[in-house]
């Protein structure tokens, strides 16, 4: 029996109305957990000393331009700033040296030869790890300001009993352009997705551009031992190993948040999230299950829509896409106001329809073979 193009748009709605289906699956029973999250308060008003670890090569401008936002912090216990100064060419060394002088609370860890056998930035991060003096570690990038001199304290804020590994947000400046508002977005895309996963009590990575964690959990885990091969992943990759519902919590308050530039050009942005999304099939098999069946979903919801409008019924197509932007529309409200993302609220169905098109971009990165340098 021969199916006419009726029939064959009929099959075709049914499987768009299922793939819609999924997308709103994810957002109720995940993304939303954002959108209405409310964080609870600091278990007590004790405060623990804290070691702040950036890694930094090449980095003299930077450093200019951002260590002072770090120096300054208000916390009223012990904490240290460490940098480590990676084989640097530049002036790196000479800036360093003088903010030094001014500020008892900064430590300079030179490092003059590369890690064998150790691709990327994990050995000298480990570096400063095994150098820092405090339990709580506070990780950034050179590239990275606080948003607030009340950074450090509120990842303090966010430790309570059995809690071992803190995921903040790392967002970038607000500028005029397309571009940035698109990198801008696609940042909280993905952040909603990690932070709505680890509420859900199965995180699977962080951002190192603004994370914390124990200095237990990487000593008893070995460190990145069994990521070291890996030219990426010191971030997300390390949290994927040892994040767990009980040890890991999220901080979205913006006082919390770093401050990077976004790139200028689309090239600089699209090399930059190739490199990101090389470690995903190092993912464990069921943070890739999950993360794989919203991509795919998300990568034929459109096209399915576009042919069920033109081989079965244009309004009933609209109806179901309609009802998922209505799903989103709440999720990305609540969402976007709690990290302070909230002037791209007017555009996300643009952005929404961008991304399947980003999606189809960003695919080939996954087979492609990781960048060994990491700066």
Request: proline share 4%; glycine share 4%; charged share 20%.
């Amino acid at each position: 029996m021969q199916l006419d193009f009726h029939q064959i748009g009929l099959i075709g709605f049914v499987i768009f109305c299922l793939v819609a289906a999924i997308q709103v699956f994810y957002y109720v029973f995940l993304f939303r957990r954002l959108a209405v999250y409310q964080a609870p308060p600091p278990s007590n008003n004790h405060k623990e000393p804290v070691s702040v670890i950036i890694c930094a090569r090449d980095e003299a401008d930077n450093l200019v331009n951002n260590l002072p936002g770090i120096l300054v912090q208000e916390y009223p216990d012990k904490h240290e700033i460490i940098v480590v100064n990676d084989n640097s060419t530049d002036q790196s060394k000479y800036i360093i040296e003088e903010f030094m002088k001014a500020f008892d609370t900064l430590q300079h860890l030179q490092l003059k030869q590369e890690a064998k056998m150790i691709i990327g930035k994990k050995f000298p991060l480990s570096m400063g790890i095994k150098t820092a003096k405090h339990e709580v570690l506070l990780l950034t990038d050179a590239d990275c300001v606080p948003a607030s001199e009340h950074w450090v304290k509120q990842f303090q804020d966010a430790y309570r009993d059995g809690i071992e590994i803190v995921l903040g947000y790392g967002a970038y400046h607000k500028k005029e352009g397309v571009l940035n508002k698109i990198i801008r977005f696609e940042t909280f895309h993905s952040a909603m997705q990690y932070f709505s996963y680890a509420l859900a009590g199965i995180p699977y990575m962080g951002v190192g551009r603004n994370l914390s964690y124990k200095r237990d959990v990487f000593m008893r885990n070995k460190g990145f031992s069994s990521i070291n091969m890996i030219p990426s992943g010191d971030d997300d990759l390390f949290i994927n190993r040892v994040a767990t519902k009980s040890n890991t919590a999220i901080l979205i308050d913006p006082a919390s948040h770093t401050l990077s530039e976004a790139k200028a050009t689309w090239s600089d942005w699209l090399k930059q999230k190739y490199r990101h999304y090389t470690t995903t099939k190092y993912y464990q098999p069921k943070h890739k299950l999950w993360l794989g069946l919203y991509s795919v979903s998300f990568g034929l919801l459109y096209p399915l829509a576009f042919l069920s409008a033109i081989f079965f019924s244009w309004w009933m197509a609209l109806v179901v896409l309609a009802f998922r932007w209505l799903v989103q529309a709440f999720v990305y409200y609540g969402g976007m106001k709690k990290l302070n993302e909230f002037d791209l609220f007017p555009f996300f169905i643009l952005f929404d329809i961008w991304m399947f098109f980003y999606y189809i971009v960003a695919v080939p990165s996954l087979w492609r073979k990781p960048k060994r340098t990491w700066n």
